[in-house]
Antibody, heavy 130, light 110 residues
Framework: QLQESGPGLVKPSETLSLTCTVA??????????WGWIRQPPGKGLEWIGI???????YYNPSLKSRAAISVDTSKNEFSLRLSSVTAADTAVYYC????????????????????????WGQGTLVSVSS | QSALTQPPSASGSLGRSVTISCTGT?????????VSWYQQHPGKAPRLMIY???QRPAGVPDRISGSKSGNTASLTVSRLQAEDEADYYC??????????FGGGTKLTVV
């Protein structure tokens, strides 16, 4: 289970900070990536970033280095910071889990290339407004 | 503007089938076997329905299927049920540890 938490309102130009607490599984597991996805009201999904237990972290290039994911393994949680926010960053923010491997049709344990988030938090709405 | 193109809406009758398309380019859909599909009901988190073009996660019924031809991926929902009415999003790997989503398709079951 994943649960997002953080302020529901952020002022323009400030930094959005959210935390995802994971229960029932370790974020240090080699079996999964963990990530953030957002969805502006009435619009589609946008992936923000994902990380792997070995420190590998990838971000959506469209966010132009504004996003940063950090990890606290002692609390089994990870966080998102998004700097210099504008109204366009108003969205429901989700944290999710992405399996690194799957069994293909031949029964081989294979690395997945899809954005296959199989477990999601309920999402938290963050509004950017003064 | 989304990187992958989906029809804004689709509809099908109860018990029949419907196919939703997801068109990209040779740099994403056409270049990798890494397409996924999500179902999202209003106010809910997305649910993974298909990954790696045609793989179904545990718990997804076999009347849900995925395929790909060239730069276009497709999601087919057979034997439509009322609960299938939802928004559907496709996603594809686009290289260099980047992924893209489609704009979403609202499926109506009539």
């Amino acid at each position: 289970q994943l649960q997002e938490s953080g302020p529901g309102l952020v002022k323009p130009s400030e930094t959005l900070s959210l935390t995802c607490t994971v229960a029932g599984g370790s974020i240090s597991s080699s079996r999964y990536y963990w990530g953030w996805i957002r969805q502006p009201p009435g619009k589609g999904l946008e992936w923000i970033g994902i990380f792997y237990y070995n420190g590998a972290t990838y971000y959506n290039p469209s966010l132009k280095s504004r996003a940063a994911i950090s990890v606290d393994t002692s609390k089994n949680e990870f966080s998102l910071r998004l700097s210099s926010v504008t109204a366009a960053d108003t969205a429901v923010y989700y944290c999710a889990r992405r399996p690194k491997y799957y069994y293909d049709n031949s029964g081989h344990y294979t690395s997945s290339g899809s954005l296959n988030f199989d477990s999601w938090g309920q999402g938290t709405l963050v509004s950017v407004s003064s | 503007q989304s990187a992958l193109t989906q029809p804004p809406s689709a509809s099908g009758s109860l018990g029949r089938s419907v196919t939703i398309s997801c068109t990209g380019t040779s740099s994403d859909v056409g270049g990798y076997k890494s397409v996924s599909w999500y179902q999202q009901h209003p106010g809910k988190a997305p649910r993974l329905m298909i990954y790696e073009v045609s793989q179904r996660p545990a718990g997804v019924p076999d009347r849900i299927s995925g395929s790909k031809s060239g730069n276009t991926a497709s999601l087919t929902v057979s034997r439509l049920q009322a609960e299938d009415e939802a928004d559907y999003y496709c996603s594809s790997y686009a290289g260099k540890n980047n992924w893209v989503f489609g704009g979403g398709t609202k499926l109506t079951v009539v």
